[in-house]
């Protein structure tokens, strides 16, 4: 089975950036979507990006827009999130998830909330707090 392991969380103050870092192993890389989803305390699974391996363009949540960056290395079976200008309520754990590119793509658009078990590979999450 594929192992997804994400690092680079943090404790920071607003305004301030931090770089999420996931690496997706023993996956057959350029067939897979790959998607950061997070949860707030008290709160249910979010999707946050997702990014493809096809000609489809990245997803952002409008919470995020304009401030979170989506990126991927595909030699490296690395997939990246730049969260710059970070707010309090973007104080969650955040996971790396991935799936085949068609289910990834199909969730993002007609599943706001996702679950655990509509995604094949989970990351063990990454701890993001900010505040002052």
């Known amino acids: 089975e594929g192992k997804v392991v994400e690092s680079g969380g943090g404790a920071v103050q607003p305004g301030e950036s931090l770089r999420l870092s996931c690496r997706a192993s023993e996956l057959r890389w350029s067939t897979y979507g790959m998607a950061w989803v997070r949860q707030a305390p008290g709160k249910g699974l979010e999707w946050v990006s997702a990014?493809?391996?096809?000609?489809?363009?990245?997803y952002y949540d409008d919470s995020v827009k304009g401030r979170f960056t989506i990126s991927r290395d595909n030699a490296k079976n690395m997939v990246y999130l730049q969260m710059d200008k970070l707010k309090p309520e973007d104080t969650a754990v955040y996971y790396c998830?991935?799936?085949?590119?068609?289910?990834?793509?199909?969730?993002?658009?007609?599943?706001?909330?996702?679950?655990?078990?509509?995604?094949?590979?989970w990351g063990q999450g990454t701890q993001v707090t900010v505040s002052s």
């Open positions: 998830a991935a799936d085949q590119d068609f289910r990834v793509e199909w969730l993002v658009a007609n599943r706001p909330n996702p679950l655990k078990e509509d995604l094949a590979y």
């Open positions: 990014i493809y391996s096809d000609f489809k363009g990245p």
